[in-house]
């Protein structure tokens, strides 16, 4: 298949571009496959109305069937038509988070989307994205738009064209290139069907945030299972990951130098992804810069960026510094573990 790429600049009065959206939204009409920005990731949409096109996406993914994906829409007037109900903790949610990097599972209106988009549940994730280019191509299609991130399955989620392009060339029909994302992590998943709601996926916007808007919170225990003491290693949990296996490392710039050197000794060439901070003090095969410690979002908006460098490389093994689990730190560890199966050294 032959993949085309358009150029869209984000920054610009979206309506100059409009031959290149249109063409793109012609495509999703027509059931086809296109990735295209949103303010976190890249996403890969498809007619969520259509399994015909929706099958595309786990296709070209490689993406485990009973993995549902995020619906998004233009506007929040839409709900109506493609939900059953809506809670007053989605409609408090939605007014500050909304567009935003926020997915609220509502109980869906039978008969709407296609059941490979919910595989098989009752409920829906929604959101409306932040970025021009998203919202354009929604606008366009006038369709409910199902869109995982756009990377092959397991691998990073992909912040710029370029990481969809190596992953997805000629199993897509076309990609939107926008520029590189800005959150850099994907949208946090809330479940408002149940009270309090539950936060079923870290991600942009903080939980401290939602919060402050709706009050109770809980947080999916099996979030929690990775937390403190290091865990076995699991397959079944390996995301995110580059092709080198990744460790997390607690603890100070010497402790981190202390296991590098130990690496290297064992004939290793070792890999590294540290803050801004320490990166000039670390003497590694490979140090990759990540964000900042003073601002924990410059680390989501840059991580995923880091952890595909590391391909390009040859190291044996990716040693990672670790993060506080607050705020957005929480996103970011969450993704960390998964890239790492849990593993601490
Ligand atoms: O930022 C994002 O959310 C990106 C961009 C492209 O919008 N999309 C994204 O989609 O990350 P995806 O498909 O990679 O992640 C969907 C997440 C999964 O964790 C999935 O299990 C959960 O949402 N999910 C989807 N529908 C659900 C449902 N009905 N109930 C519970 N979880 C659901
Ligand atoms: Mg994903």
Known sequence: MNTYTWNVDKNVDIQKSYPQIRQAAELLQRNEVVAF??????????????????????????????????????????????VAEIPASAYLLMDEFWPGPLTIIFAKKPGVFSDIVTAGLDTVAIRVPDHPVARAILHETNLPIAAPSANRSGRPSPTTAHHVATDLTGRIAGIVDGGPTGVGV?????DCTVTPPMILRPGGVTAEQIREVIGDVS??????????????????????????PVYLVEGNVQRLQQLIDRKQAEGMKVGVMSTREAASDLKADVVVTCGSREDLSTVARDLYE?????NETDVDIILSETFSKEGIGSAIMNRLEKAAGYNYL
């Open 37 to 82: 920005p949103t303010e976190t990731v890249y996403g890969l949409g498809a007619n969520a109305t259509s399994s015909e096109a929706v099958r595309k996406i786990y296709e070209a993914k490689g993406r485990p069937s009973d993995n549902p994906l995020i619906v998004h829409i233009d506007d929040k007037r839409q709900l109506g038509d493609l």
């Open 219 to 244: 947080i999916d225990p099996s979030l929690k299972e990775g937390e403190g003491a290091p865990k076995s290693p699991g397959m079944k949990y390996t995301h995110y990951a580059p092709e080198a």
């Open 306 to 310: 880091a952890l595909r460098h590391f």
């Open 186 to 190: 994907e949208s946090t998943v809330i």
